[in-house]
Structures are given as C-alpha cells and as structure tokens.
C-alpha cells in the first residue's frame, strides 16, 4: 500500500475524519496544509468520500480504516443497495456460482457483492492505485474470495483460459459532456467484447448510466433475457441488461423501485411489444393524480400503466395520470386534487404559510420557475402541479396519499 494511504489510515487520522465528517472542506484547504503530519487535500478527499457513504454505502461509512478515492470514481460506483439487489438477480438467473469477473472492477462494491455469492472472484482494474484502495477495503469488511488483476479488460479476456459463470461489466462512458450516449460509445465498448466474453461464459450482466435510452441499449446488445430499471426511493441509479449466450426472444423489461436496504417496494414488468400495441387512453382531470416512479418512466411503459391500472393518462405528451376511484396500489405517488387552477386569491387561502411542493410535467416552467411566478417557497404538505391537458395548460393544488 501507498505511504500516504498508510498514514490515512492510523488511528490518529481516522479519529479526526471521524470527528470531522461534516466540516466545509473548502475552509479546511484554505486554513491548513497539513493535518497531522498528513497533507490536507489528502485529508479533504477522505472526508468527502466518508460523508457520501453515509447513505451510499452504509457498510463502509461505519467501518473504521475505509479509505476512499477521488468523487468521480465514488460517484460510478454502485450503492450498497443497487449491489444487495444484483445478488438476487444472480441468484434467480444462475445455476452455479463457482466464479465471477468483475471487468470494471474499480472502487469494488460490486466485486464486494459477489464475494457473498461465488466461491471465486476476481478484480480486473487498470488503475492500480484504485485497486489497491479496492483490496484494502474488501480485507476490512471481510471478503475473502477476490483475486485482483491488474489490467484492462480486453487484456484479461486474451489471457483468460477458465470458464466463468458471470461476466459483470460497467463501462465509462468516452465523453463527459454526453447526455445522450451509445453503449458503443463507453470504455470498455461492451458490443465488441461480447463475443469474446460468450466464448468463456454463458451470461454476462452489464451495468449502464440511467441517460442511456433502455432501446438504444437492447438495439446494439444481442441476446438480452432481462431488462431492469433500477431506483432507489424513487431516484433512478441504473440499468441493468442480463445477457444469455443462447438466449432468443424479446426482452422482459422491470421497473423497479428499491428501499434504502435494496429491498424492492415497488416493480412493473413488461415488453415492448406490449406497450406498442395500446393505445394512449386520454382522460379528463379527476379527483385522484397519479406520477409513475422514476423507473417506470424511464422505461417508458406509459400506455401500459394506464391500461393495468385503469386509470386515464391527462394528455398524451403529460405522464401523469387520474382517476374518480382511488387506486391505492399504483406504483408510484397519488395525489388528492384539492384545487385545479386556483387564482392568487384562492392559492393564499389554500397555502396561507406560502409554501408548496412543486411538480412540473409537460409544462412550460420548470419546478423553480412556477415556484418564482407564483411567489412560493419550498415546503410544506400541500404540493403544486403545473402540466399540459387536452383543454391546455393548468395547475393543481394536491394532498399526497402515502
């Protein structure tokens, strides 16, 4: 290990990150260079990181003598949650799980995930630095199975003479300025390593960004069994493709939103060719508004939810969606309509404090600029809803139903 590693993790230094989890690490770099004999941006970077696990990783914030990386590398990396939750997406689809490689091994939460599963893992990791920082935390929390290679993941594939059971890869993407990009277009390019990866394994799972489009994905990948749209509490993380070597047919797509532990609390499943052959059902404004989680709409499943939840999409381009009955199990959040299209007289009497939470859908302000127009500060139980419906644009003053 590193000689500055070595001093981040003693006891003394550990102690004041402990202790300093939230201090402003702009003020700390500009009062000091060093912290204990220890350089303070090295310092900063483990605080920063420590502070981001708190929710991200809950295992290793709690864990003394974690060392973290730089936050672009702690930012790709998977939560604890959406790693928890591949385990049982391996668990259901394999039959043996004698040995996984995880090709873009990186900061290793998942390659940590997989130590629970399979009886051999290995590492693969250009970066050595970040491999290192990888291994010493995997020893801290007790996983014992992992072979670390230093290398990239075309190199281990050419060298590579035993079977594997799972493949796992998560490509970078080339450019950071793309918001919308081609799996073609990530480092490593998945669509060229394919073949090779089916010489030595029948399944490969493959994690991409939540920019990329699911059809995108499934156009440049062959063989896709398994589609899933992950969130957690609604905030969506990842796609993730499961790919079988001989597998032929069109592609189950699950939406599904994860708890904080990585427990799904909320999934919609279904196919393409389901959702081409409805069409929209447009309805009127009832007593009852429905938002589709984070996954669901980016699976883009909007004519199917309306049609197994019988209830009315507002307007063909406006995902939400309505009812006169409550439906109580709709995977997402319900609303009660209080008040459609109140003038500024009304909108007082319904939010006398002057707070609301603000929703926009197919609306031509965004959340902040209604918020602005209408004079409202952030808060308070009641919500704002500004979208598009067949008579034009409106505004709602709602209740959520929990």
């Not at 006891?11 to 220890?38: P, R």
């Not at 998945?190 to 399944?203: C, G, H, I, P």
């Not at 990842?238 to 189950?252: R, S, T, W």
């Not at 197994?308 to 309509?337: A, Q």
Request: glycine share 6%.
């Amino acid at each position: 290990m590193a000689a500055k590693n070595q001093k981040l993790i003693s006891k003394e230094i550990q102690g004041y990150i402990f202790e300093n989890e939230n201090i402003d690490e702009k003020k700390l770099l500009l009062s000091k260079h060093e912290i204990l004999g220890t350089p303070a941006p090295l310092v900063a970077i483990q605080i920063i990181g420590r502070r981001k696990a708190k929710r991200k990783l809950p295992s290793w914030y709690e864990t003394t003598g974690i060392l973290y990386p730089p936050s672009l590398n702690l930012e790709q990396s998977s939560s604890e949650a959406t790693g928890k939750f591949k385990i049982g997406i391996i668990q259901r689809n394999l039959s043996t799980f004698e040995k996984a490689v995880d090709l873009t091994g990186g900061f290793g939460v998942d390659t940590f995930c997989f130590d629970k599963v399979f009886d051999h893992v290995v590492h693969v990791e250009p970066d050595a630095e970040l491999q290192q920082i990888a291994k010493h935390n995997h020893q801290l929390l007790g996983a014992i199975k992992v072979q670390y290679k230093h290398q990239p993941a075309a190199e281990f594939l050419q060298q590579n003479a035993d079977s594997v059971d799972l493949f796992y890869i998560d490509p970078s993407r080339r450019s950071k300025a793309a918001k919308v990009f081609k799996l073609a277009d990530c480092i490593p390019d998945v669509t060229e390593l394919l073949a090779d990866l089916f010489k030595q394994s029948e399944y490969v799972l493959l994690k991409a960004s939540p920019m990329l489009d699911v059809q995108q994905g499934l156009r440049e990948l062959k063989n896709v069994k398994q589609v899933w749209v992950v969130s957690v509490d609604n905030e969506c993380k990842e796609l993730l493709f499961l790919v079988e070597k001989d597998f032929v047919g069109e592609a189950l797509i699950e939406a599904v939103n994860l708890n904080a532990n990585g427990e799904p609390f909320q999934s919609f499943d279904f196919r393409f060719s389901e959702e081409r052959q409805l069409k929209v059902n447009v309805g009127t404004l009832c007593q009852y508004l429905y938002e589709p989680n984070a996954s669901i709409l980016k699976a883009g499943a909007f004519q199917l939810i309306a049609n197994r939840y019988g209830v009315y999409k507002i307007d063909v381009n406006t995902h939400l969606y309505s009812s006169d009955l409550l439906v109580t199990d709709f995977p997402g959040r319900i609303f009660r309509v209080v008040s459609i299209n109140p003038n500024s007289k009304q909108l007082h009497q319904l939010l006398p404090d002057g707070k609301a939470n603000v929703v926009t859908r197919n609306y031509p302000l965004s959340p902040e600029g209604l918020k602005k127009k209408l004079k409202l500060k952030d808060g308070g139980e009641k919500y704002v809803i500004g979208f598009s419906e067949k008579k034009g644009k409106s505004i709602v003053v709602a209740e959520r139903i929990k």
